[in-house]
């Protein structure tokens, strides 16, 4: 063999060598100014994978933006956004690729700040391990504690506890022993069984690529040792096959694929699956890439499956294995963090989800929300950002689902808020409160259509918002007299009504706000059930519990009907007196007061109070159902 073909020889040893080295995901976390930027940049540097530009801009930043009175500052290796070089903090998560010769390696540095606790869920849902720096002259602070749970939450089992700053606590080994004392007990409690304590420097580089001689008394690895080394084999749950459906593949007649990532399990041609929630069975026709048909399939790889039979499956479908399949469900016990400005209110909609799959979402029931501190449970009625509970979910279409801890990817989910489209909560499923095949919809012989037919009508649902004192009430009772003149069946819902009897119950916070429009909405709804024109007058003063009510209507069935009073000339009628009461505070929570009111955007019907009188509005009313 030549020299030449020796070095090409070697040289493809070596890149074959590198593609099949393991692949660890990590993140740096903890409080602020703990040091997880710097340590993520003196890791880079002392591991060589540093290009010498990189090395120059990063001591000409350190001169104009550093932290370190001129010397380099390594945090501005991953500190890239402005506002984070400005302020000295992380505020986004910097994901970050390097290798050495035995692993390659993805990190995620994590913000510390409370604020940012979103971001670092976010880095955290991917990781196999967890880096917690502690600063070792403050120890456990309460974003330690918060950031420990929430990587207990999203399944990570391996945490190596970074004791930092360990030079300005002359490397004392009783500071570290009282610190992983500390956290070992808080590690118990939260079910993290293995933990790795280190002491080092990150600034320094003490314990960070080798031991350091400045802490003889410490025996274990250095940083980058155990990063090399720790297993990170994850223990299997699912072993049977599943693939949530990402996209349906046809780009011609001829040919009708699932596309999708395969989470646990193998699949091969000939092996027979059923596609859930809708409980088909096939058999699988081929194993389709873009490299050509494959013999099989294993956990990890993105393919395309064929069925032998023409089964329905769409995105956000389960294919899974015949013999072992998951569970199907509509209702969960659900670990949730939520990420919103806006507090969660149990029984507020919101879209979840799950794999490719999103359905209508809300939670019935905080059981409790957990003290990050004690991990104490605490009874709650709302959640507030960054507050982790233990809630109740209900869906409003079944899902296939396993426990977080057995399969991230059926496990994990995300609420979004309907009217903005923002993430609001992450969350892991426990268990299923019940089967979804449990529970079914009785036939019955008459329907909607046979009890509307024989009052001569098309059931409605006439929703009527607006401030109290607005005149909802007036306008609602003058359009159910002028209906009943016409010979229409009509029943009207009014507020204060309810709450002598159905909603007595309920109080005025903005949870039990929620909960009194569900109610009267689910009631409005078996009404028009029963052929009725139904006219509901509520304040409703939150768009998202308008929407949620609207939304169990078919189209054209729900009117939304506003009322449209000004603050000042409701305050002047102030029939009941109770703006009054609210204006010296005798009244809590009261809507335009000290409680929002949000004015629809787009209702089927805007009555204007100060360019007619109720009378005339009510004609307006009738006029738009078209029952003349």
């Not at 606790?117 to 990781?127: K, L, V």
């Not at 080092?200 to 350091?212: F, P, Q």
């Not at 016409?486 to 909603?503: A, I, P, Q, S």
């Not at 609210?582 to 204007?608: C, K, M, Q, V, W």
Request: contains cysteine; proline residues 4%.
């Amino acid at each position: 063999m030549s020299l030449h073909e020796n070095a090409s020889a070697q040289v493809a040893a070596y890149l074959q060598q590198h593609e099949t080295k393991g692949l660890l995901r990590f993140i740096t976390c903890g409080s602020v100014d703990d040091g997880k930027s710097t340590l993520i940049g003196r890791l880079l540097h002392d591991t060589k994978l540093l290009l010498d530009d990189q090395v120059s801009a990063l001591e000409a930043d350190s001169r104009k933006h550093g932290t370190q009175n001129g010397e380099i500052d390594f945090a501005l290796l991953v500190d890239g956004l402005a506002a984070e070089r400005e302020q000295g903090i992380t505020i986004d998560v910097a994901y970050r690729f390097f290798g050495t010769e035995k692993r390659k390696f993805i990190v995620a540095d994590c913000p510390g700040h409370e604020q940012y606790t979103r971001n670092m869920a976010t880095g955290a849902s991917t990781a196999d391990l967890a880096v917690v720096l502690v600063d070792a002259r403050k120890g456990l602070l309460t974003q330690t504690r918060r950031h420990s749970y929430i990587v207990s939450l999203l399944g990570i089992r391996r945490v190596l506890l970074a004791v930092n700053k360990m030079d300005l606590v002359d490397f004392d080994q009783g500071v570290f022993d009282a610190i992983v004392a500390d956290y070992r007990e808080l590690a118990t409690q939260l079910g993290i069984d293995q933990v790795e304590c280190i002491p080092l420097s990150a600034l320094r580089g003490d314990n960070m690529i080798e031991r350091s001689p400045a802490m003889p008394w410490y025996r274990g690895p250095a940083l980058l040792e155990h990063l090399e080394t720790v297993d990170i084999v994850r223990v299997a749950g699912d072993v049977d096959f599943r693939m949530p459906v990402q996209w349906v593949c046809r780009p011609n007649q001829d040919f009708r694929g699932f596309a999708g990532t395969v989470v646990a399990g193998a699949v091969a041609p000939g092996d027979e699956v059923v596609v859930l929630p809708a409980g088909r069975r096939s058999r699988i026709a081929r194993v389709v890439t873009a490299d050509g048909d494959m013999p099989a399939a294993s956990a990890g790889q993105a393919v395309t499956l064929t069925l032998a039979d023409e089964v329905d499956a769409s995105r956000g479908d389960v294919i899974a294995s015949v013999s072992n399949p998951p569970e199907v469900a509509d209702q969960f016990a659900a670990h949730l963090l939520w990420m919103g400005d806006e507090r969660l209110l149990p029984g507020r909609p919101y879209l979840l989800k799950i794999g490719a799959r999103t359905v209508g979402a809300s939670v019935t029931e905080i059981k409790h929300k957990i003290d990050v501190n004690t991990q104490e449970p605490l009874a709650a009625k709302h959640l507030d950002l960054n507050e982790v509970a233990y809630c109740n979910l209900h869906l409003d279409q079944p899902v296939a689902f396993a426990s977080y801890a057995e399969n991230r990817a059926l496990g994990g989910f995300i609420l979004i808020d309907r009217q903005t489209n923002a993430t609001v909560a992450a969350g892991t499923l426990d268990f299923a409160l019940r089967r979804a095949g449990n529970i079914h919809w009785q036939h019955l012989d008459v329907d909607k259509a046979t009890r509307a037919a024989i009052k001569h009508q098309h059931p409605r649902c006439l929703w009527f918002t607006g401030l109290s004192g607005a005149g909802k009430s007036t306008i609602a009772n003058l359009v159910e007299k002028k209906l009943l003149a016409m010979g229409r069946h009509t029943y009207l819902l009014d507020g204060d009504n309810v709450r002598h009897g159905l909603n007595k119950d309920l109080g005025f916070t903005d949870e039990d706000r929620v909960e009194n429009i569900r109610r009267v909405a689910e009631v409005a709804r078996l009404m028009t059930d029963a052929g009725l024109v139904v006219l509901v007058s509520f304040i409703s003063p939150f768009r998202a519990e308008r929407e949620m009510a609207r939304a169990l209507f078919p189209a054209g069935e729900f009117l939304e009907v506003h009322v449209d009073t000004s603050l000042a000339e409701a305050e002047r009628r102030d029939v009941k007196g109770l703006y009054a009461k609210a204006r010296r505070g005798e009244l809590r929570n009261f809507t335009g007061i000290d409680s929002p009111y949000e004015a629809p955007e787009s209702p089927e019907l805007h009555l204007d109070t100060a360019i007619a009188d109720p009378a005339a509005l009510a004609d307006q009313v009738v006029r738009a159902l078209g029952l003349e």
